[in-house]
C-alpha cells in the first residue's frame, strides 16, 4: 500500500471528510484531494501535522510499517 492510499485509509477510519483535513493542514479540499490522488506531494510539515492529529507514527502513514505506533509524545 503506498502512503495515498493510507492517507485516504486512515482519513476515513475517522469518518473525516477531504475538507476537514485540508482544514487541518492548512488546505482547500481539492488541495488534499490532489495529495490523495498523486497530483501533490506531501509536505513534510504536513505530515507531522497529521502524525500529532492521528496520533500515528510517520512510519505507518507513509507506510514503511504496517503497524500503527502511536505517535510519540515529548
Given at each position: 500500500m503506498n502512503y495515498r492510499e493510507r492517507l485516504k485509509n486512515i482519513r476515513?477510519?475517522?469518518d473525516m471528510t477531504q475538507a476537514q483535513?485540508?482544514?487541518?493542514?492548512?488546505?482547500?479540499?481539492q488541495g488534499y484531494n490532489h495529495i490523495e490522488m498523486g497530483r501533490a506531494e506531501?509536505?513534510?510539515?504536513?505530515?507531522?501535522?497529521?502524525c500529532k492529529f492521528y496520533?500515528?507514527?510517520a512510519?505507518?502513514?507513509i507506510?514503511?510499517?504496517?503497524i500503527?505506533?502511536?505517535?510519540?509524545?515529548k
Amino acid at each position: 500500500m503506498n502512503y495515498r492510499e493510507r492517507l485516504k485509509n486512515i482519513r476515513e477510519d475517522h469518518d473525516m471528510t477531504q475538507a476537514q483535513i485540508g482544514k487541518i493542514i492548512q488546505k482547500s479540499q481539492q488541495g488534499y484531494n490532489h495529495i490523495e490522488m498523486g497530483r501533490a506531494e506531501l509536505k513534510i510539515e504536513d505530515l507531522i501535522t497529521l502524525c500529532k492529529f492521528y496520533q500515528l507514527s510517520a512510519d505507518y502513514i507513509i507506510g514503511i510499517s504496517n503497524i500503527p505506533s502511536p505517535f510519540p509524545k515529548k
